[in-house]
């Protein structure tokens, strides 16, 4: 069960950090789910105690999960450059989560120095696991034009990615390039259907 922390606002804002813990499919099953397990009852010390080795040992999710817990000071004091390190572990293990918890610390500036060019790469790595909120997060670059040339077919290209699975800031934001004739020839119809579904989707 994943969950997805953060406040959806109106485009073209952001989508924050994905700041939830996600349970293990892999084998090291007992002592992750022991980890979890706590984490769910509110022990975050035995939590981020069971998470430790299994993260020294070079499991990808509780790498993130540890990122997560130092974001939060679950545990642990709260510790943005510890946070990005862990993350940045399991970011390079390919672990879609990291990736894009990893450039919104770069898109912010939150544990390393602001970078939008490594906010669109990590966004962009993560995308293309079809995360939805990357998608989102790099349609909002291409808008922006951060650490990208502006760029309104890119944009258009992977919000709809995004909106295609549902994520309703993203459909606000492509009902938004209907109704303004960005990216997409101008289409009121268009527009209105997608903020539709976006309301429907929970916006």
Same mark, same amino acid.
């Given at each position: ?59 990808? $999710?509780? %790498? &993130?999960?540890?990122?997560? +817990?130092?974001?939060? @000071?679950? #545990? *642990? =004091?709260?510790? !943005?450059?510890? /946070? ?48 939805? $909120?990357? %998608? &989102?997060?790099?349609?909002? +670059?291409?808008?922006? @034009?951060? #650490? *990208? =040339?502006?760029? !309104?077919?890119? /944009? ?48």
């Amino acid at each position: 069960m994943k969950h997805r922390y953060g406040v959806i606002t109106r485009a073209p804002q952001i989508v924050a950090f994905i700041l939830s813990l996600s349970i293990s499919l892999a084998a090291s099953a007992d002592a992750f789910d022991d980890a979890f397990d706590y984490y769910q009852a509110g022990n975050y010390q035995a939590a981020f105690a069971g998470f430790k080795p299994l993260a020294d040992q070079g499991d990808a $999710e509780a %790498q &993130y999960n540890l990122g997560v +817990m130092y974001v939060k @000071g679950q #545990g *642990v =004091p709260q510790d !943005y450059k510890q /946070a990005e390190a862990w993350t940045r572990k399991a970011a390079d293990q390919g672990y879609a989560q990291a990736q894009y918890n990893l450039a919104v610390k770069y898109r912010d500036g939150q544990g390393v120095p602001q970078d939008y060019k490594q906010a669109v790469a990590w966004f962009r790595k993560a995308a293309d696991q079809s995360s939805a $909120e990357a %998608q &989102y997060n790099l349609g909002v +670059m291409y808008i922006k @034009g951060q #650490g *990208v =040339p502006q760029d !309104y077919k890119q /944009a258009e290209a992977w919000t709809r990615k995004a909106a295609d699975q549902s994520l309703p800031n993203a459909q606000y934001n492509l009902g938004v390039m209907y109704r303004d004739g960005k990216g997409v020839p101008q289409d009121y119809v268009q527009a209105h259907m997608w903020w539709n579904l976006a309301a429907v989707s929970g916006m």
